[in-house]
C-alpha cells in the first residue's frame, strides 16, 4: 500500500469567532495509501473533523496543501472542486443526514443527481437505479428500499447514509463518527461493513474519539492541539 493516494502538506486553519482568532490545525502533513484504512483520533477540538474536511474539499486551508493521486485539490475555480468532492469522495457523518421526505432508494440517488444535469439524469436514471439498489444489497438494505428515515433503527439509516456515500464509487470515503450516535452492538455492525469495504479495496478515512472504533484501522493517527502526536503521517 505505497501507492500515495490523497496526501496533506503543512495544513494549517483558523477560525474567527468574533474577535477571536482560533488555530485549529497548526501545520498538519499526512499521506493517505491507495486501499488503507486510517483513523484519526483526539479529544474534542483537537482539529479531527476539521481535518477529515479539508481532506474531502468540504473546507479551504488558511496554509498548505491537499493533493488527490498528486493534483492540487484546491487549484482552479470552486466549481472544479465541487465536482471533484461529488465523484471522489463519499461522506458518512454521526447524524446520517438523510431527508425525510425521500425514501431509502431516493436518498442514495441523491449524489448521482447533483452530479447529472437534468437530461443527464432522465437519460441515465435507470442505470443509477440499479446501482442504488445494488449498493444497498450491499449494505443488507434490500428489502428497504421504500421505507422512509424514520421508518429505521439508528444502524440501518447509517447504512443507508454508507450508501449514500458509495452511490457514485467514491476513491476515497471520509467518515467522521460513524457509530457515535449508534449502540455498541450497532456500532459494531457498521465497523463490520465499513471493514468489508476496506478489504474489498475501498480506501477509508475515518474520525473517531474511541479506541475500540479506531482499532479496526490499519494505522491510528492521533492529534492533539491541532497537531500530530503520534502515528505516521
Known amino acids: 500500500m505505497s501507492d500515495v493516494i490523497l496526501q496533506a502538506g503543512g495544513v494549517h486553519k483558523t477560525y474567527?469567532?468574533?474577535?477571536?482568532?482560533?488555530?485549529?490545525?497548526?501545520?498538519?502533513s499526512l499521506s493517505i495509501a491507495r486501499g488503507e484504512f486510517v483513523a484519526i483520533m483526539g479529544s474534542s477540538g483537537s482539529g479531527k473533523s476539521t481535518l477529515l474536511h479539508i481532506l474531502g474539499a468540504l473546507d479551504v486551508p488558511d496554509r498548505g496543501t491537499v493533493r488527490f493521486e498528486g493534483q492540487d485539490l484546491f487549484a482552479g475555480p470552486a466549481?472544479?472542486?465541487?465536482?471533484?468532492?461529488?465523484?471522489?469522495?463519499?461522506?458518512?457523518?454521526?447524524?446520517?443526514?438523510?431527508?425525510?421526505?425521500l425514501d431509502v432508494l431516493e436518498n442514495v440517488l441523491v449524489p448521482c443527481m447533483v452530479r447529472r444535469s437534468v437530461a443527464g439524469w432522465i437519460r441515465a436514471r435507470s442505470e443509477h437505479r440499479r446501482d442504488a439498489a445494488r449498493v444497498l444489497e450491499q449494505v443488507g438494505l434490500s428489502?428497504?428500499?421504500?421505507?422512509?428515515?424514520?421508518e429505521l433503527s439508528g444502524g440501518e439509516r447509517q447504512r443507508v447514509a454508507i450508501a449514500r456515500a458509495l452511490a457514485n464509487r467514491p476513491r476515497v470515503l471520509l467518515a467522521d463518527e460513524p457509530t457515535g450516535n449508534l449502540d455498541s452492538a450497532t456500532g459494531r455492525e457498521i465497523m463490520g461493513l465499513l471493514g468489508t469495504l476496506n478489504r474489498d479495496g475501498q480506501t477509508i478515512v475515518m474520525v473517531t474519539?474511541?479506541?475500540?472504533?479506531?482499532?479496526?484501522?490499519h494505522r491510528i493517527v492521533t492529534l492533539e492541539d491541532g497537531r500530530i502526536r503520534s502515528g505516521r503521517g
Open 143 to 150: 428489502a428497504r428500499l421504500r421505507h422512509k428515515p424514520n
Open 209 to 217: 474519539h474511541d479506541p475500540q472504533v479506531a482499532a479496526a484501522a
Open 79 to 101: 466549481s472544479r472542486r465541487d465536482g471533484l468532492r461529488n465523484a471522489t469522495f463519499g461522506f458518512v457523518f454521526q447524524f446520517y443526514h438523510l431527508l425525510p421526505e
Open 16 to 28: 474567527q469567532l468574533g474577535r477571536v482568532q482560533l488555530p485549529v490545525l497548526r501545520g498538519v
